[in-house]
């Protein structure tokens, strides 16, 4: 079976390393698209349409930096197999309506929002609909640090859809997640631009419960926490905290608790998820696991064990995300590189400053 990865840069890479370690049990042949070879020792292709023809894979991979999605996609109009995209899909310039409409023959699509693959979040989904939890409200900080990355990015977007996509998924409503208001920040922290969006504040409702979120792409610290405060049916608050990739990538936290009578806490459940315990599986665990389910999806037919970001999904959220791009109120913006020159961190720098 051809798997077709489109940028093998950092994202690209990541792919290829989660298929390589399950091609012990598929026979996966996998190949990459890239404007310029890379040093990499999988069959190379400098033409999309090309490498389509020719290989007619089965699945496709779009890993492409985040603002060349657009022509990628394109160029996948009418392309009959599964597509794994990186999030986010497109940027709030792009045409997300004609892009979309090419997409329809696919058969099947996921949005790369891998914290639906962390344990501690399919813990929380499972406890929510079987105790038929209300959500009330909730909040979240979803922030790190790419100040000077080498990588280009349409912004902060790239960053919130993780935390949006977590709490609509966990605790679904009939409508869909309504931004109310929204400020931000711009600064020149990306190779993009000067006034790129690096951080947003905003509050939204979902189905009547309120949202309030902040993410940056120039938090001095990576943090991702999400909270939830729920109502059960007689009416008992409880409390919940999500917390990933603290201390380490794929190491991620859930904690649940209520008060008693007396505004004691009372812990009802805590449970700490180690990241990957095999070497083949570091910083990649989720991923793999989206990857696995793609495959027992495309090779055997199988519903995949947490429900993929399909392309419905992935077009609420991206017009969610053009919402916030676009009507943020912003004030006075930073200006990062005060030298006249700036100092990228390097393509082989560790995992932490890059992810």
């Known amino acids: 079976m051809n798997i077709l990865i489109v940028g093998l840069g950092y994202a690209g890479k990541r792919f290829q390393r989660a298929f390589e370690q399950l091609g012990q049990d598929y026979n996966i042949q996998l190949s990459y698209c890239s404007r310029r070879s890379k040093k990499s020792t999988l069959p190379y292709y400098a033409n999309l349409k ?20 657009a022509e990628v996609l394109i160029d996948l109009a009418g392309y009959p197999g599964f597509v794994i995209c990186e999030k986010p899909m497109l940027t709030s310039s792009d045409d997300l309506l004609i892009i979309s409409e090419g997409l329809r023959d696919v058969s099947g699509f996921a949005l790369d929002l891998v914290e639906r693959y962390s344990d501690a979040t399919a813990r929380l989904k499972l406890l929510v609909e079987a105790n038929d939890w209300q959500l009330l409200r909730s909040s979240f900080h979803w922030g790190k640090d790419r100040l000077n990355d080498y990588r280009p990015t349409c912004g902060v977007v790239s960053e919130v859809i993780h935390a949006l996509d977590l709490v609509s998924w966990i605790c679904p409503s009939p409508a869909p997640l309504k931004l109310q208001h929204a400020i931000g920040v711009k600064s020149d922290f990306s190779i993009s631009g000067t006034e790129v969006l690096d951080t947003v504040m905003f509050t939204a409702d979902l189905g009547g419960a309120a949202v309030a979120g902040y993410a940056s792409f120039v938090n001095i610290h990576r943090q991702r926490t999400v909270d939830f405060t729920f109502a059960d049916p007689t009416g008992r608050i409880i409390h919940s905290r999500l917390e990933f990739d603290e201390p380490n990538w794929d190491s991620d936290h859930l904690r649940i608790w209520t008060r008693n009578e007396r505004g004691t806490i009372v812990d009802l459940e805590y449970h700490r998820y180690q990241g990957a315990s095999s070497s083949s599986t570091s910083t990649i665990l989720k991923l793999s696991r989206l990857c696995l389910d793609v495959l027992r999806f495309v090779v055997e037919g199988d519903e995949p064990l947490q429900t993929f970001a399909g392309l419905e999904t992935a077009i609420q959220l991206q017009m969610l995300l053009n919402e916030i791009d676009t009507e943020s109120l912003t004030g006075t913006s930073v200006q990062y590189v005060q030298s006249g020159m700036r100092t990228l961190i390097p393509e082989d720098a560790d995992l932490e400053s890059l992810g």
């Open 50 to 69: 090309n490498a389509l023809s020719e290989l007619q894979p089965a699945i496709v991979v779009v890993s492409a930096n985040d603002i060349n999605h």
